[in-house]
């Protein structure tokens, strides 16, 4: 097996470099570079992760409907030979042509290879994996599947779209996150569902309290993938992929590509298939611009904002809890409609907090990056970043949450006026 192994990460080497393998070591603005450029400009701005990012690359106007037209679409749903049910869920909710990455990724993902899936946020990466496992699992009522992903908001909306597209197969779901009480989920555990769905750290007090056993598992799949190395989730992620079994399917996807996730590959999936549809650093279809002000006068710029006709549906991103609490009591204490989530508020909260906001019950959502990662909500005209993000990674994943598909989107973000 050790042979097979070093044989296959050879081949991956010749893979990699074939697909042609990101250089990690410049700044520049290469597809795949996950780190701000830096710059000694007057425009740029340091944080405390030791990061300076050029406030001009928050400028950049949007080109709509550009982000997947030029990427041609070789399939249908029809021609993946799903099974009847699956075909006849896709068809109930509007399914009808694969984006770039489910196009690209499906027929690999039901050939059994393993994936490194790297696509825009809001393309559609969880049918991408979602679809081909359940046909899987239905096929074969023995699979199992793990899904990781680094927030509980992600995992949860994983769920609802399993739910969906597994609609009447006689498969089902455990989900797995804090914030909630965790006797209920071990009585879920105990029904043995095909799909564990479910964030690292409730994952490894699970695995802890001997409620789940990750060598049950012939598939993983990491969603969101940089975002669990950036909350720090490495070393609960190589101990999974540790106990699983030699023979599995792993499938890894992200919007970014840190250079850590380089040498996970590497560690953990054999002679991977790497999906590119990346399309630049953010989606064509974000026009983006800075808000210059001063100190004094910020929340009545935002509250001018905030009064235009075309903001609709705002999502604000603010750094601290604390902050985005206090945020929130303004602008309701100031007539609009807004709620907040972060990581100190209670489950049953964030998802209250989250449904209101789909629903449009409010205007505005106040958040941290909680919120900056995963989650498909339609219809967000305007991200208002009311800090500047710690890193730029963070900045395109908070502003991938409008624009999403072919809709356009606006992200401001503010900056001290000089």
Do not use: W
């Not at 598939?219 to 993938?225: F, W």
């Not at 906001?357 to 498909?376: E, K, N, P, S």
């Amino acid at each position: 097996m050790q042979n097979f192994r070093s044989h296959q990460k050879r081949s991956f080497d010749r893979g990699f470099s074939r697909f042609g393998k990101p250089n990690f070591s410049k700044p520049a603005h290469g597809k795949f570079s996950s780190r701000p450029r830096y710059s000694n400009s007057q425009n740029s701005r340091r944080h405390n992760r030791g990061e300076v990012i050029d406030i001009q690359r928050f400028v950049k106007k949007a080109v709509p409907n550009t982000a997947t037209n030029h990427v041609k679409i070789i399939h249908n749903f029809a021609d993946f030979s799903f099974s009847q049910k699956i075909n006849m869920n896709l068809k109930e909710i509007g399914y009808e042509t694969p984006t770039p990455i489910q196009d690209q990724s499906i027929g690999h993902v039901m050939s059994g290879r393993d994936i490194l899936g790297l696509a825009n946020t809001g393309t559609g990466k969880t049918a991408a994996f979602l679809l081909p496992l359940i046909d899987k699992c239905f096929r074969d009522k023995n699979q199992k599947v793990l899904i990781i992903a680094p927030t509980r908001e992600l995992a949860q909306q994983i769920n609802v779209e399993f739910r969906k597209f597994a609609k009447g197969m006689g498969i089902y779901s455990a989900i797995c996150v804090g914030g909630v009480p965790i006797y209920r989920q071990i009585s879920d555990l105990r029904s043995h569902p095909n799909f564990v769905i479910g964030t690292p750290g409730r994952l490894k007090d699970l695995k802890d309290r001997a409620n789940i056993n990750f060598s049950f598992f012939q598939n993983i799949v990491l969603d969101e993938i940089d975002r669990m190395l950036d909350m720090g989730f490495v070393d609960e992620i190589k101990r999974i992929l540790a106990e699983l079994p030699d023979k599995r399917q792993s499938l890894f996807f992200s919007a970014t590509l840190p250079i850590k996730i380089e040498t996970l590959v590497r560690e953990f999936l054999i002679n991977p298939v790497i999906v590119k549809t990346i399309t630049g650093e953010t989606a064509a279809n974000v026009d983006q611009d800075i808000v210059k002000v001063h100190a004094d006068n910020k929340f009545n710029r935002l509250t001018d904002i905030l009064s235009k006709e075309g903001s609709k549906k705002v999502l604000i991103f603010s750094e601290t809890k604390r902050d985005v609490e206090k945020l929130t009591k303004n602008l309701a204490e100031s007539g609009f409609r807004a709620d907040s989530i972060h990581g100190d508020k209670r489950q049953n909260q964030r998802q209250k907090a989250l449904s209101k906001f789909r629903d449009d019950q409010i205007q505005i959502l106040v958040a941290t990056d909680v919120a900056a990662r995963g989650l498909d909500i339609s219809n967000v005209s305007h991200v208002i970043n009311y800090t500047i993000p710690q890193t730029y990674n963070d900045y395109i994943h908070r502003i991938g949450r409008t624009g999403r598909g072919n809709n356009k989107g606006f992200a401001l973000t503010f900056v001290e006026a000089n």
